[in-house]
């Protein structure tokens, strides 16, 4: 299993957020790019980076960080937040990012995502699926949808979409432990599907849990900023 350590952005500093609540910010670090650094010493090669600002905004902000992240490591990132034009997605690509992040315009406007899939392709996209109680939700979490999460699994899986990510909001920034239950019934359901587990994860424990179900990736954010997971420790998942 893949350790995808996550880089949240506000003001252009290395942040987190309780449930997807602006207002619920703890900075850690203001210079994103040590962060970044730390975990490519420790061996980890990928990273998800989140453009909060954009993804309020609804337009790419935090351009200036992937650049920079790219420029200065070998980081496999993926970038996300506020892309909802192709010119934004251009700046994303242009900034260094490997994959982008699409979440919101994939529900609103799917005319517009399965065209830059098929102009792209398929596998230049990580696509989130935000979830309360099995519903998508949107726009940093601030409005639920009535769609379910099976659904649009499928109807993205029937585009060719190779990845996707899944955070469960009511247990993000919470370290109560991942939604292992709701991951194992996407994972029943399409298991040719490379899954990325995201939000809850507090320990060792859950990730090995992850593993066992058969998550390919895990996004770990804020168990290692408070040091409930040790970059030393995800060594044994770095093959």
């Not at 500093?13 to 010493?41: M, S, W």
């Not at 609103?108 to 309360?132: H, I, Y």
Request: charge should be negative; hydrophobic fraction near 40%.
């Amino acid at each position: 299993m893949q350790i995808i350590p996550a880089i949240d952005l506000i003001d252009g500093k290395c942040v987190r957020l309780t449930q997807g609540d602006y207002e619920q910010k703890k900075i850690y670090n203001e210079h994103p790019l040590e962060v970044a650094k730390e975990f490519e010493d420790a061996g980890l090669n990928r990273l998800h980076l989140v453009d909060l600002d954009g993804a309020r905004a609804g337009v790419v902000k935090n351009w200036k960080v992937l650049e920079t992240i790219a420029g200065k490591t070998n980081l496999v990132i993926d970038f996300g937040g506020g892309i909802k034009t192709e010119k934004d997605l251009q700046i994303v690509f242009d900034s260094g990012a490997a994959l982008a992040t699409i979440g919101s315009i994939a529900v609103k406007n799917e005319n517009e995502f399965v065209g830059w899939l098929k102009k792209m392709g398929t596998g230049k996209f990580l696509l989130g699926a935000d979830v309360k109680e099995e519903k998508i939700a949107i726009h940093g979490w601030q409005e639920t949808t009535g769609l379910w999460v099976y659904d649009f699994v499928e109807k993205y899986l029937q585009y060719g979409v190779k990845q996707i990510f899944c955070t469960d909001v009511s247990k993000d920034g919470k370290l109560e432990g991942p939604s292992t239950e709701l991951y194992k019934n996407i994972l029943q359901k399409f298991p040719e599907l490379f899954f990325i587990a995201s939000g809850g994860i507090s320990s060792m424990k859950d990730l090995e849990e992850l593993e066992k179900i058969g998550c390919g990736g895990a996004i770990v954010g804020k168990a290692i900023y408070e040091n409930k997971i040790s970059l030393k420790e995800l060594k044994t998942f770095i093959k």
